[in-house]
Structures are given as structure tokens and as C-alpha cells.
């Protein structure tokens, strides 16, 4: 099946930084996801983001779809941006009923 | 956020009695999903449903079963449950296959003692 690994696994920052988090896949997909589960462990869509880019306040993503892999940007980083990151994707060769395969996540923790 | 309502939130059991979890949605959305969250793993996909009646297994399906009577509903039951199948369990929903967003649920926290 379908790999999906995400970089860095952790990543620390003081308030007000930016920073990319990264998505690679194996193989082509129909669908590509941007997850953030917060410390309650709610999963909060960021992106539904297969190709192209798109923005939304100070997050934005970018998929480039024929190089697999996706990026996922933050800028002037806050607090509540602290969480899980989760990239997600639906391979695009068979039948796949719209099973998505997760990253292991990035875990993001913002110091004020 | 899309109409998904987990039950319940919380659980707790002993090891070899069943148990059932659910997954109701409001959207009327076909297909219907069931994934596991473990440390060092992620989210797994345990079983999905493309329909009423119709389900199929994902990739961490062993030791559970499905159901889906009706569009709305979709029940994962752990027939004997063991310590392994300590997890948060995740219901998502989506309208179209492959191409369309999926919404998750809040979870489902058991822990089986």
C-alpha cells in the first residue's frame, strides 16, 4: 500500500516563528488531507489539498503532486498552534473506497 | 463540523467481555469508517462501509466486526476484548470515494483491563 512519512517528527518553537512541516508519499493520490489534533485530541481539517496550494489565515499548504509531497506552512506560530500535525492520503491506483493513510505525525509544541 | 457523534466518549472494561461502539452521523454521507489511534502509530484504518450493508475490512481489522444497518449509524463491537485493543477509536465520514474530504469524529477512549 500506500507509504506516507512526515518530517521533522518534532519540532519546538518560541512564539512567533514559522516553520514547514513536510508530507512525502509513494505513490499517486486522489486525495490528500492536513489534519492538527490538538491537545484534546479532537482531529481538526486543516487542508483537503490533493494538488495545488491553498491558504487559510497564517497556515497555507502546498502539494506538489507529481513529486510527492506536500508542505505544510505556519507562520507567526502561536501557542495553539501546539498539537499533532497529520498528513493524510488516499492512493489513487485500484479501489480504495476513500481509506486514508495517515503519517506518523508531527508533533509541534510553541513556547510563549 | 460535520454531524458525527461517537458513543460513548469514555470507556473502560475487563478483558473477554464485548463491546460496541458507535458512530452516528447526521450528513447522510455513504461511506462510513472505523480507525484506531496508537502511540507510534498513528491512525489505522480498521474496518470501512461504502453502504448500507455494505463493509469491508482495513488494515487492523482482526478481533473486530462491523455493522451498518442503517446510513446514519455504523457500529464497530470488539467481540472479546483484549488489553492490545486499548486505543482511541475514530469514526470519519465522507460523501464520495477517494476524492472528498473526510470529517472525524470526537474519539472514543477504552481502555480494556
Known amino acids: 500500500g500506500i507509504q506516507v512519512e512526515q518530517s521533522p517528527p518534532d519540532l519546538i518553537l518560541q512564539e512567533g516563528a514559522n516553520s514547514t512541516l513536510r508530507c512525502n508519499f509513494s505513490d499517486s493520490v486522489n486525495n490528500l488531507q492536513w489534519f492538527h489534533q490538538n491537545p484534546w485530541g479532537q482531529l481538526i481539517n486543516l487542508f483537503y489539498i490533493p494538488s495545488g496550494t491553498k491558504q487559510n489565515g497564517r497556515l497555507s499548504a502546498t502539494t506538489v503532486a507529481t513529486e510527492r509531497y506536500s508542505l505544510l506552512y505556519i507562520s507567526s506560530s502561536q501557542t495553539t498552534d501546539s498539537g499533532v500535525y497529520f498528513c493524510?492520503?488516499?492512493?489513487?491506483?485500484?479501489?480504495?473506497?476513500?481509506?486514508?493513510?495517515f503519517g506518523q505525525g508531527t508533533i509541534l509544541t510553541v513556547h510563549p | 463540523d460535520a454531524g458525527i457523534t461517537q458513543s460513548p466518549r469514555h470507556k473502560v472494561t475487563e478483558t473477554g467481555t464485548p463491546v460496541t461502539l458507535r458512530c452516528h452521523q447526521t450528513?447522510?454521507?455513504?461511506?462510513m469508517y472505523w480507525y484506531r489511534q496508537d502511540p507510534g502509530h498513528g491512525l489505522r484504518l480498521i474496518h470501512y462501509s461504502y453502504g448500507v450493508k455494505d463493509t469491508d475490512k482495513g488494515e487492523v481489522s482482526d478481533g473486530y466486526s462491523v455493522s451498518r444497518s442503517k446510513t446514519e449509524d455504523f457500529l464497530l463491537t470488539l467481540e472479546s476484548a483484549t488489553s492490545s485493543q486499548t486505543s482511541v477509536y475514530f469514526c470519519a465520514i465522507s460523501d464520495r470515494s477517494g476524492g472528498n474530504i473526510q470529517y472525524f469524529g470526537a474519539g472514543t477512549r477504552l481502555s480494556v483491563l
Open positions: 493524510a492520503v488516499v492512493g489513487a491506483g485500484g479501489t480504495s473506497y476513500g481509506k486514508l493513510t
Open positions: 450528513e447522510n454521507h455513504r461511506y
